[in-house]
């Protein structure tokens, strides 16, 4: 089984930053993917960013520009940097493993993004 626990989560006001991070534990396997998927309220759950363990990564359009997705293998971690935040940005970030050598997804708990305007 595997653990995904995120950080990093808060309040900021429009223009602002903020950095997410998100440390996996338990039974990890080389070769994983990484990413970070939002749900705002009423909205599906969908795609912020994604990185794979070669460090090869993808964003949404929406976000391209002004957020940075970044991996430490050796801690199992997955960062989320995030600049130039809109209110449109507020919703539940959730971090995603997916391991190819198990063909499972896990997900973390969530972390509120919330951006005032």
């Known amino acids: 089984q595997v653990q995904l626990v995120e950080s990093g989560g808060g309040l900021v006001q429009a223009g602002g930053s903020l950095t997410l991070s998100c440390i996996a534990s338990?039974?990890?396997?080389?070769?994983?993917?990484m990413g970070w998927y939002r749900q705002a309220p009423g909205k599906q759950r969908e795609l912020v960013a994604d990185?794979?363990?070669?460090?090869?990564?993808n964003y949404a359009d929406s976000v391209k520009g002004r957020f940075a997705i970044s991996r430490d293998n050796a801690k199992n971690t997955v960062f989320l940097q995030m600049n130039s935040l809109k209110p449109e940005d507020t919703a539940v970030y959730y971090c995603?493993?997916?391991?190819?050598?198990?063909?499972?997804?896990?997900w973390g708990k969530g972390t509120l993004v919330t951006v005032s305007s």
């Open positions: 990185i794979t363990y070669g460090g090869s990564s």
């Open positions: 995603n493993l997916y391991s190819p050598y198990l063909a499972t997804e896990y």
């Open positions: 338990g039974r990890i396997f080389s070769g994983n993917g």
